[in-house]
């Protein structure tokens, strides 16, 4: 018999396993590809540390948690997957276009778009944990760091491996496929659960309903 603990806690491990990974693939053999292509190491170095603008941006603005507020945790998360599926797919098949300058352009656009799916794969997991383990959130959360940390070792692994046997948009698929089975993983498995930072909300909004009832009793009472 499955418990919502049973199948719950490795879902979303297994989902912050995946999110590494999609994020760390090409560390491993980026460079090599882009030397390749004549590419200068300052060019594809430019494109590695683009992905912290996307992740600025999300950071400012605050988008993760405008979505949060709106919508229920296992959508946030499977679209997140499913983003990080397209992404990987243009990243790795963008390299066989011969025009070098449409590669790194291209290269250098999806790196930031990788680091505005980064900062909700790092946000959107506390909240859920927060929302649906409570009393255990130390060692979820913990969990869920091992699979990130996992996560990077695998895909510079495994990525280095596919890359030298396959190719460097064989390398991306896998990572797509990885993440086509998270966000799957995710829909079907993880609860339908209002994210906690609203049920936060809906807390304030309460006291602050409170409050108001409080105050207009305490103006008939006077007036009594």
């Not at 999110?19 to 292509?37: E, N, V």
């Not at 949060?68 to 990243?91: E, G, P």
């Not at 895909?155 to 998270?182: K, N, P, R």
């Amino acid at each position: 018999c499955f418990t919502l603990t049973s199948v719950t806690i490795p879902a979303i491990v297994f989902w912050a396993h995946v999110s590494s990974i999609c994020c760390s693939i090409r560390y491993g053999f980026l460079a090599d590809a882009f030397a390749r292509k004549n590419v200068p190491g300052k060019v594809y170095g430019l494109i590695g540390t683009s992905v912290f603008a996307g992740f600025a941006f999300m950071f400012v603005f605050q988008i993760p948690e405008k979505l949060m507020r709106k919508w229920n945790s296992r959508i946030i998360m499977t679209s997140v997957m499913l983003a990080w599926t397209i992404a990987a797919l243009i990243t790795g098949f963008v390299y066989l276009i011969p025009n070098t300058t449409i590669v790194i352009i291209v290269s250098f656009v999806m790196r930031i778009i990788q680091g505005l799916l980064a900062y909700p794969s790092t946000l959107v997991p506390v909240d859920f944990i927060n929302a649906n383990f409570p009393d255990e959130f130390d060692m979820v959360n913990g969990l869920v760091n091992m699979g990130y940390f996992s996560g990077h070792g695998m895909a510079e692994v495994v990525g280095c491996i596919i890359y030298d046997h396959f190719g460097y948009e064989i390398a991306y698929t896998f990572s797509a496929i990885m993440a086509l089975v998270a966000a799957a993983a995710a829909f079907f498995i993880l609860p339908k659960s209002k994210t906690f930072l609203s049920t936060q909300d809906d807390i304030s909004d309460d006291e602050q309903i409170l409050k108001g009832i409080g105050s207009k009793k305490t103006k008939l009472t006077y007036f009594l």
